[in-house]
């Protein structure tokens, strides 16, 4: 069968489109897909790049890991080329240090959008800013041998990648806490049982679990799904008769498409 053409191929980000599916592909895996401010620009531009009939993202990284995190590059006097260092970042003012940080954190917050679900396919490590941008999907397929890890605490910085808001939905606040300050690795085991992930499979079998999961995502009504998503979305900040009222709103513009009178 032919691949589709890939819309965007750059900085170790690769973005191909099958009608309703999208595969958002890590492609350096002799880096283990470690991370970097360009990478983060190509990642927001796959985002940006999705046509309108795309309802499922899936995001994976070629080789043996997911990705190993942000480059160590990073951690050099000189930073990356062309790219702000941490301490030309550090004297560059609250204003600069905000905008810079926002930008990257825009590489992530796009898999949350209300109008399709994000699958995150991962295998071995998946550190730091992988962790987080496995997070950052709606749902994650695991391989047998995955290490989620969240190392920014131990190297004396925060995780600041979007990653802490869905951490502590997931596994509740003292699991959360625990696994970021010690940094110890989370395995498959471990992911699945506290709801970091939603099933573990061998490592061989990653690819055709999340082709199964993704069929079973399509075969519900596209607007269904998507007031579904974000009836669940919402409920952290509703109360419980707020979340009723919520859920007969959107009831109400379900029984109204489906008898041909929505808008």
């Known amino acids: 069968m032919t691949m589709p053409a890939p819309l965007l191929d750059q900085d170790g980000v690769r973005l191909t489109v099958d009608d309703a599916i999208a595969t ?17 620009r190509a990642l927001a531009e796959a985002g940006r790049s999705l046509p309108g009939s795309v309802r499922v ?24 080329d062309g790219e702000p260092s941490f301490i030309e970042m550090a004297r560059g003012g609250e204003e600069f ?11 992530f917050t796009w898999l949350r959008r209300g109008d399709i679900l994000s699958v995150a396919a991962v295998q071995g490590h998946a550190i730091g800013a992988g962790f987080q941008l496995a997070l950052s999907c709606d749902l994650r397929v ?5 290490q989620f890890s969240m190392r ?8 600041d990648l979007t990653g802490t808001h869905p951490l502590v939905s997931l596994v509740g606040y003292a699991r959360a806490l625990e696994i970021c300050v010690t940094g110890r690795y989370v395995q498959a085991d471990e992911a699945v049982a506290s ?13 055709a679990a999340t082709q199964d ?13 998507i007031e579904t998503k974000a009836l669940l979305q919402g409920v952290g900040g509703r109360t419980l008769d707020e979340q009723r009222a919520a859920e007969r709103a959107a009831q109400g513009r379900r029984l109204r498409d489906l008898a041909g009178l929505g808008d």
């Open 24 to 40: 958002v592909s890590l492609t350096n895996p002799d880096k283990r897909n470690a991370q970097s401010p360009a990478l983060w």
């Open 57 to 80: 993202v899936v995001v994976r990284g070629e080789g043996k890991s997911f990705s190993a995190g942000l480059d160590r590059q990073a951690f050099t006097p000189e930073g990356f």
């Open 97 to 107: 240090l905000d905008s810079t940080i926002a930008e990257y954190q825009s590489a």
């Open 142 to 146: 695991v391989a047998d041998d995955v």
């Open 152 to 159: 920014e605490t131990s190297l004396g910085l925060v995780p």
């Open 195 to 207: 709801g970091l992930a939603n099933v573990a499979v061998p490592a061989d079998q990653v690819d």
């Open 213 to 225: 999961l993704v069929a079973a995502l399509l075969a519900a009504p596209r607007d269904a799904v």
